[in-house]
């Protein structure tokens, strides 16, 4: 798990320097700073409006009497992709405005369900219950 968090930490500030030298030498550096402000004004609207939409569907869901699993991870992923929207770079936004549309969260979602599945057959999914 160090290893994992260790690699995160490095190789994505190396991929998004690369990229905004990439991109910043073709286009000049007045583009890329004008994109990288675009794409996060776009994934802040579209953040905020798939926020609310979830928040309507958790509620709906609770008023039925049933629980909004489903609404509740697109929840997660919605902040998540706000969250990576919010660190400067082409890589991060890219991966925030995958979790942010729907369609490519429905997929994200569906590859979470066979992995969780995976890990609950094989008995590599351990719940901890600390002190309580």
């Given at each position: 798990?160090?290893?994992?968090?260790?690699?995160?930490?490095?190789?994505v500030?190396?991929?998004?320097?690369?990229?905004?030298?990439?991109?910043?030498?073709?286009?000049g550096?007045?583009?890329?700073?004008a994109?990288?402000?675009?794409?996060?004004?776009?994934?802040?609207?579209?953040?905020?409006?798939?926020?609310?939409?979830?928040?309507?569907?958790?509620r709906?869901?609770?008023?039925?009497g049933?629980?909004?699993?489903?609404h509740?991870?697109?929840g997660?992923?919605?902040?998540?992709?706000?969250i990576?929207?919010?660190?400067?770079?082409?890589?991060?936004d890219?991966?925030?405005?995958?979790?942010?549309i729907?369609?490519?969260?429905?997929?994200?979602?569906?590859?979470?369900?066979?992995?969780?599945?995976q890990?609950?057959?094989?008995?590599?999914?351990?719940?901890?219950?600390?002190?309580?």
């Amino acid at each position: 798990m160090l290893l994992r968090l260790f690699l995160i930490f490095t190789l994505v500030p190396i991929i998004e320097i690369w990229l905004l030298i990439q991109v910043g030498s073709v286009i000049g550096p007045l583009p890329t700073i004008a994109i990288l402000l675009a794409i996060s004004m776009a994934g802040a609207w579209l953040a905020r409006s798939q926020g609310f939409r979830v928040i309507l569907a958790i509620r709906e869901e609770l008023a039925m009497g049933r629980m909004p699993a489903a609404h509740i991870l697109d929840g997660a992923l919605i902040l998540a992709g706000g969250i990576l929207l919010l660190t400067p770079g082409f890589f991060t936004d890219f991966i925030g405005l995958f979790f942010l549309i729907p369609v490519t969260r429905d997929l994200l979602k569906g590859w979470l369900r066979i992995w969780l599945e995976q890990k609950l057959r094989q008995g590599n999914f351990v719940i901890h219950n600390r002190g309580r």
